[in-house]
């Protein structure tokens, strides 16, 4: 019986370190292994939306995986909902990201910061523009804020959909470097971009502080007109409206929009994302729909997008202290 159990023994223990010797030669399984997830942090139809959209089509046609993509919208806190989502995810799920991650976490809405996460891509960005109404008889950015300086009560500034978002922040930091009294400016929120711009036709701020995009066709059709943009040349189409650097300030304002993963994710994994998000800003299909909705080309890899996210976080902690709200 002794003997029995001894040749048992043994024959375990054969097979089992065959078995182990089979699992070391095995090929690993290609990732992503299961159902790529695309996090969109806001309801359908928005900014990041658009854009989880157009990477789960290019994915697809371009045949970037074999897995299904699937666009899961998570809206609610400024991003929040969505970016917490995915901090429980594993690294078959990314989503969209933008500078809320940033100021929400600055003005300690937010314990998510740029290191809770992987960074993948900086995808593109849309510009902001200062935008007045016709009533107010303003004609550059340069007078808006000299008037500004005078009196920081005198114009009604715009924003939406609240205040510490990008459209808010470009016109403090355009409004500090001119020697504006940034804490007694008079600020209107309004719910959202629809709602400001027909505050702004109407009269209602004197000038709004807005996505290019937003304001682009009244400034061609002559309803509204776009004193300066934050790009660091002319914007295609808009030529005659002049950067702030055209009137004597150093400043370039992007309102960029990124892929980020789970911090879990292992370097292999993490060159997967970069290489697929490199694929998609090259396509034709992301060119065509990056021009349709007025984004600039604004490609960081991984490695870059992890230095201007550095970069970014000191800038957004300078500016949320100038603007008074921390």
């Known amino acids: ?24 030669d095995a090929p690993k399984a290609k990732f992503p292994n299961e159902t790529v997830e695309i996090v969109a942090p ?17 994915m697809i046609d371009e045949n970037l995986t074999t897995q299904n993509v699937n666009v899961i919208n998570k809206p609610g806190g400024g991003g929040e909902v969505g970016w917490q ?3 429980s995810r594993n690294p078959n799920t990314i989503a969209i990201n933008s500078s809320l991650l940033l100021s929400n976490n600055e ?22 523009s200062l935008t007045a109404s016709k009533q107010s008889n303003l004609q550059s950015g340069k007078q808006v804020m000299d008037k500004l300086k005078k009196d920081p009560e005198s114009l009604t500034i715009g924003v939406a959909p609240g205040l510490g978002n990008n459209d808010h922040l470009a016109f403090v930091q355009a409004a500090k ?8 400016l008079d600020f209107l929120v309004y719910k959202s971009g629809g709602d400001l711009q027909t505050a702004l036709l109407g009269g209602h701020v004197d000038v709004a502080s807005t996505a290019v995009s937003e304001v682009k066709e009244q400034h061609q059709t002559g309803k509204l007109k776009m004193l300066a943009v934050t790009s660091d040349k002319p914007v295609k189409g808009i030529e005659d409206v002049p950067t702030w650097k055209e009137q004597g300030l150093d400043i370039v304002f992007p309102h960029w929009r990124g892929v980020m993963g789970p911090k879990n994710m292992s370097p292999e994994q993490r060159q997967y994302w970069d290489k697929t998000m490199k694929k998609v800003v090259k396509s034709d299909n992301w060119q065509k729909i990056r021009r349709n909705n007025d984004w600039d080309n604004f490609y960081k890899n991984s490695e870059e997008s992890e230095l201007f996210l550095k970069e970014q976080r000191k800038k957004y902690k300078n500016l949320v202290e100038d603007s008074g709200l921390k």
């Open 1 to 24: 019986m002794k003997k029995l159990l001894c040749l048992i023994l043994s024959t375990f223990l054969i097979l089992s370190s065959c078995s182990n010797e089979n699992d070391k």
């Open 42 to 58: 806001a309801s359908p139809g928005g900014g990041w939306d658009t854009t989880a959209r157009a990477i789960q089509k290019i």
């Open 85 to 87: 989502y995915l901090k």
């Open 107 to 128: 003005l300690d809405l937010s314990d998510l910061s740029t290191e809770s996460f992987t960074p993948i891509a900086i995808m593109a960005t849309e510009w902001i």
């Open 177 to 184: 470097a001119s020697g504006v009294d940034v804490d007694k």
